[in-house]
């Protein structure tokens, strides 16, 4: 169901970047979706946007060995 959702959602993420002020827009979605290599993550990679960490309670997490608090927050940019 995840994999569905996500083929479906990219078009539509890429659209909201195509048209936001400075190719910025905000997709909120449950952590699921963001993993594995059919997540949004890795779809978006492979479509040749630009994905960048912004957590700032991750980084001192990843450093303890922790896994960021059990969250993920990532920024999806149009490359270049």
């Given at each position: 169901?995840?994999?569905?959702?996500?083929?479906?959602?990219?078009?539509?993420?890429?659209?909201?970047?195509?048209?936001?002020?400075?190719?910025d827009?905000?997709?909120v979605?449950?952590?699921?979706?963001l993993?594995?290599?059919?997540?949004?993550?890795?779809q978006?990679?492979?479509?040749?946007?630009?994905v960048?960490?912004v957590?700032g309670?991750?980084?001192p997490a990843?450093?303890?060995?922790?896994?960021g608090?059990?969250?993920?927050?990532?920024a999806?940019q149009r490359?270049?």
């Amino acid at each position: 169901l995840n994999v569905e959702r996500n083929r479906a959602w990219m078009p539509q993420v890429e659209a909201l970047l195509a048209r936001g002020r400075d190719n910025d827009a905000l997709v909120v979605v449950g952590a699921l979706h963001l993993l594995g290599p059919d997540g949004l993550v890795a779809q978006a990679k492979a479509r040749g946007l630009r994905v960048e960490r912004v957590c700032g309670a991750c980084a001192p997490a990843k450093k303890r060995g922790g896994s960021g608090g059990g969250h993920q927050h990532d920024a999806v940019q149009r490359a270049g």
